[in-house]
């Protein structure tokens, strides 16, 4: 069984930085099915439904949600089967639990997220 950890959040002012990591780690076989899967960056605020921010591809093909276009930046380093989300000119809106999957099906166990507070 696949197990992400999610870790890189914190509390940041307007306009500030966060760089998150997502680590995977279980059986040889699942880390094989990550590195050969296309993986997100998801965020939820409380209440809400899910929602996708960025994708990577297994070949590096970059996918944003409009609203963080130009801001953020994922990347992915298989050979430590780690993804990043390189968060820059942060908003307060961007606040929200930060989760990790496989995109678009998140086959996996959901990780307990990193909560990235933005203050305006």
């Known amino acids: 069984q696949v197990q992400l950890v999610e870790s890189g959040g914190g509390l940041v002012q307007a306009g500030g930085s966060l760089k998150l990591s997502c680590a995977a780690s279980?059986?040889?076989?699942?880390?094989?099915?990550?590195?050969?899967?296309?993986m997100g960056w998801y965020r939820q605020a409380p209440g809400k439904q899910r929602e996708m921010v960025a994708t990577?591809?297994?070949?590096?093909?970059?996918n944003y949600r409009d609203s963080v276009k130009g801001r953020f930046t994922i990347s992915r380093d298989n050979a430590r089967n780690t993804v990043y989300l390189q968060m820059n000119s942060l908003k307060p809106e961007d606040t929200d639990v930060y989760y990790c999957?496989?995109?678009?099906?998140?086959?996996?166990?959901w990780g307990q997220g990193t909560q990235v507070t933005v203050s305006s």
């Open positions: 999957n496989s995109f678009p099906n998140a086959p996996f166990p």
């Open positions: 990577i591809s297994p070949g590096g093909s970059t």
């Open positions: 279980g059986r040889i076989f699942d880390i094989s099915r990550i590195k050969l899967s296309t």
